[in-house]
């Protein structure tokens, strides 16, 4: 299993563009998560689902859209992107409610 | 609403010394507690977990945590540091009703040879 992947790695966008970041698990796992960790600071959670179809709101989703079509894909939209959106976005995923989060290897986003 | 808290921004110990990250948390059910490492430009990996059972928690790498209900409390340890554990640690708590985590701001871990 690759586990969590997440592209792309790095990416520098100009204020008002915008884009996404790609997220997929092998895992099979019902509950998938959108992160970001601004220099030395805790993650925020930006959006999560539990499940196709479903998704809800963490506690920064200002400016960000997702979706959940596929178990598999949990993509992050960023439209009219602002330098208050630099910052690195971590995707995690998870079977179960109380089980463990497994997290991917990050994308740094810088927008200029 | 659930919230974890980590004391201290840096801990510094020298190699062979034990050492101690300090979390603290708010819920209002039942928690559920994580360690997490996170070593540079690297996604989190995780260390150990407490969802019930016995209050002491044994993990990867030789770490071990100690859910204390009273204090409120899941500090992370470890008998003897390695420089090899020099890395940014998260705490997080959920709640067993619930779907999230909330993380805490982290503590960075110094170990010196």
């Known amino acids: 299993n690759a586990g969590v992947t997440q592209t792309p790695k790095f990416r520098i966008l100009k204020i008002g563009q915008s884009m996404t970041l790609q997220c997929t698990q092998d895992m099979n796992h019902n509950y998938m998560y959108w992160y970001r960790q601004d220099p030395g600071m805790g993650l925020k959670l930006i959006y999560y689902s539990v499940g196709a179809g479903i998704t809800d709101k963490g506690e920064v989703p200002n400016g960000y859209n997702v979706s959940r079509s596929t178990t598999e894909d949990f993509p992050l939209r960023l439209e009219l992107a602002a330098p208050s959106q630099t910052s690195v976005y971590f995707c995690?995923?998870?079977?179960?409610?109380?089980?463990?989060?497994?997290f991917g290897p990050g994308t740094r986003l810088l927008v200029l | 609403a659930q919230s974890v808290a980590q004391p201290e921004d840096q801990v510094n110990v020298a190699e062979g010394n034990p050492l101690t990250v300090k979390c603290t948390y708010s819920v209002s059910g039942n928690p559920y507690l994580f360690w997490y490492v996170q070593y540079p430009n690297r996604g989190l990996q995780f260390l150990l977990k407490?969802?019930?059972?016995?209050?002491l928690v044994k993990g990867s790498y030789g770490f071990e945590a100690e859910f204390n209900k009273s204090q409120t409390s899941f500090h992370l340890k470890k008998p003897s540091a390695l420089v090899s554990d020099s890395a940014l640690y998260f705490c997080a708590v959920g709640e067993n009703a619930g779907n999230m985590l909330t993380f805490g701001g982290g503590t960075r871990l110094m170990v010196k040879p």
């Open positions: 407490y969802i019930s059972g016995d209050n």
């Open positions: 995690a995923s998870r079977t179960f409610r109380l089980e463990t989060q497994y």
